[in-house]
């Protein structure tokens, strides 16, 4: 089955500073998808990316697959309070990187943002 | 825009007890999933359903059982509580394939404790 690897397993930062989050897995990533949890609450879904190379971007979060398609990671720049919580990778199993329901996850990165 | 609603939201169970957690979606989505939570252990996936009527296994599926008799409801069952199944529960939701992106939507989540 799929392992999904994430580093930091922990991460603080200052307010204002750039931070990465890195998801590796032990088989191809065909469908790569980043969550965001805030404590007490659900996951909510950030970007999917699938094709080698590729890097979707959304506010001040940028993703990116590698062309081998077993890494990805995901940036922030300049973090912001708001931007903590938890950040899980999740990966489908079928070549067409549809979830169809169900999604491997890291055990995902605990980022605090001091002001 | 009530997405993926799970009742109830905190639990508290003595072992051997029984008890559902419900999970209803009004997104009429085909796929629905239960996964848990556990610090330092991502998400683990339970059970899954690819549409009424059809249930299958997921990664940790024992001491827990699912139906799905509607598109909507997707309850989960535990059978006799042990203290191992202290964790916190997410049901999700996803369209079908054929289109670009089909990501999981959580609900918020149910946190079970058993003594």
């Known amino acids: 089955s799929q392992e999904l690897e994430q580093s930091p397993q922990s991460l603080i930062v200052q307010e204002g500073k750039n931070l990465t989050i890195n998801c590796t897995s032990s088989k191809t990533l065909y469908g790569l998808y980043w969550y965001k949890q805030k404590y007490g609450e659900g996951l909510i879904f950030l970007m999917m990316l699938q094709k080698g190379g590729e890097e979707k971007s959304h506010e001040k979060i940028t993703a990116k697959l590698d062309e081998k398609k077993q890494q990805s990671s995901l940036h922030i720049t300049a973090s912001q309070p708001s931007h903590a919580g938890i950040y899980l990778c999740?990966?489908?199993?079928?070549?067409?990187?549809?979830?169809?329901?169900?999604?491997?996850f890291g055990q995902g990165t605990i980022l605090t943002v001091h002001p | 825009n009530a997405g993926v609603t799970q009742t109830p939201k905190f639990q508290v169970l003595k072992t051997g007890q029984s008890m559902t957690l419900q999970c209803a979606q009004d997104?009429?989505?085909?796929?629905m999933s239960w996964y848990r939570q556990d610090p330092g252990m991502g998400l683990r996936l339970i059970h899954y359903s690819v549409g009424a009527g059809i249930t299958d296994q997921g990664e940790v599926p024992n001491g827990y059982n699912v139906s799905r008799s509607t598109t909507e409801d997707f309850p989960l069952r535990l059978l006799s509580a042990a203290p191992s199944q202290t964790s916190v529960y997410f049901c999700?939701?996803?369209?079908?394939?054929?289109?670009?992106?089909?990501?999981?939507?959580f609900g918020n989540g149910t946190r079970l404790t058993v003594t």
């Open positions: 999740g990966a489908a199993s079928n070549a067409g990187g549809t979830s169809y329901g169900k999604l491997t």
């Open positions: 999700a939701s996803s369209r079908s394939p054929g289109r670009n992106n089909s990501p999981l939507h």
């Open positions: 997104m009429n989505h085909e796929y």
